[in-house]
Structures are given as C-alpha cells and as structure tokens.
Antibody, heavy 118, light 109 residues
Framework: EVQLVESGGGLVQPGGSLRLSCAASGFTFNSYWMHWFRQVPGQGLVWVSLINPEGTFTNYADSVRGRLTLSRDNAKNTLYLQMNSLRVEDTAVYYC???????????WGQGTLVTVSS | EIVLTQSPGTLSLSPGERATLSCRATQSVSNNYFAWYQQKPGQAPRLLIY???SRATGIPDRFSGSGSGTDFTLTISRLEPDDFAVYFC??????????FGQGTKLEIK
C-alpha cells in the first residue's frame, strides 16, 4: 500500500524556518517525481514545488522560489522541504504527493499544517 | 497563465441523481492535460480523472470526464452518499505551474 506521511509542521514566527518531511512507503520511491502542494483551509490547492527521481532537478512556484528548498534522500525514502524566511501568507496545510504524469498526483499524504504568525 | 473557473460554486443534489460539474479555462488546454480530484473535509485530495477522461486506479465507472479545448466536465452518473465532497479541476503539462480551479462543493439536498 502506498503511504505518504508528512511531519514537521507547526507554529513559527514570520521570518522563521521549518523543515517538513514526507516519509514514503509501499512503492519504489526513487522512481518517481514528487511534489509539494499547499492549501489554505477552506480554499483551493496550490502547487509549490517538484523534484525529479534522482534529486538533481527541482522547480518552484514563483511565490516561494528562493525561500523554499526541496530535496530527497532516496536511501531513506524521504522528501524534505526546507522553508526559510516564512511569511504569514505561507500559512497552509502542506501536502506531499506522488506524480503520476506531468503534474497529476495519484497519491497524497494527509498533510501537515504550517502556521506563520507572531 | 491559465485561470480555471469552476461552476457552480455549490451544487445541491440528492443521492441517485446525476451531477454535472464544469471547469472552464481562459485559454485552450493542450493535449487535454486536465484532471479532477475529490476532497472530503480533513482529507487529502483523491485523483479521479486525468487526461480529461481517463479514470484513475480504483475509481468507479459512475465517474466520467469529458471535454476539450477550454471546457471540461466531470459527471457523476448516480450519486452515492459518499460522493458529497468538494471537487477540484487541474490543468497540468510538461512544466509547471500546475493550476487548480477554486472548487465545486457538492452537497446533499
């Protein structure tokens, strides 16, 4: 069974940092592109970042580029999202997801809430 | 950048009825790279349809997708109680960003 389990969310002050993790199991992790999406509760979904299977290529939404860094450890089947210089508008539930094709995600974690507030 | 507008915002129907959800893009979507997701409160999105009309693994055949160009539709032929949720459309492609609509809430009448 495919499972994605996020962790690392919490309350942080503006300008602070967090590192989110996504532990994957039930599939060959090092064969898949992976994504992070975010969602303000009650609102729509927003794509945040992607990474290729080898971890050598990443891409980011304009709103987070330069502040968020996506990486992966294929030996540990884990995805990491380092979040720096956090802003109030980064407050959301963050989901990791497995790419099926070209940005379509067929499996999602349950999400981890990041709250940026003073 | 493409903007996706879903309609209606809220759809009130009864179990057994047919649901038709729409999503319109501000420009033509290439290769029908269009997906639909279902999301229930407190849960992650669930992929239903991709490539405009292909059902994802395990999705029952009462869910169907259609459309091309700028207009796409998700149809649920006979609503079951478990189908009442929020539905999002998504445009994807060979490179990001991957755009979502604002959602349609399907509620029990």
């Amino acid at each position: 069974e495919v499972q994605l389990v996020e962790s690392g969310g919490g309350l942080v002050q503006p300008g602070g940092s967090l590192r989110l993790s996504c532990a994957a199991s039930g599939f060959t992790f090092n064969s898949y592109w992976m994504h992070w999406f975010r969602q303000v509760p009650g609102q729509g979904l927003v794509w945040v970042s992607l990474i290729n299977p080898e971890g050598t290529f990443t891409n980011y939404a304009d709103s987070v580029r330069g502040r968020l860094t996506l990486s992966r450890d294929n030996a540990k089947n884990t995805l990491y999202l380092q979040m720096n210089s956090l802003r109030v508008e980064d407050t959301a539930v963050y989901y990791c997801a497995r790419d099926l094709i070209r940005g379509v995600s067929d499996y999602w974690g349950q999400g981890t809430l990041v709250t940026v507030s003073s | 950048e493409i903007v996706l507008t879903q309609s209606p915002g809220t759809l009130s129907l009864s179990p057994g009825e047919r649901a038709t959800l729409s999503c319109r893009a501000t420009q033509s979507v290439s290769n029908n790279y269009f997906a639909w997701y279902q999301q229930k409160p407190g849960q992650a999105p669930r992929l239903l349809i991709y490539d405009a009309s292909s059902r994802a693994t395990g999705i029952p055949d009462r869910f169907s997708g259609s459309g091309s160009g700028t207009d796409f539709t998700l149809t649920i032929s006979r609503l079951e109680p478990d189908d009442f949720a929020v539905y999002f459309c998504q445009h994807y492609g060979d490179s990001p960003p991957y755009i979502f609509g604002q959602g349609t809430k399907l509620e029990i009448k």
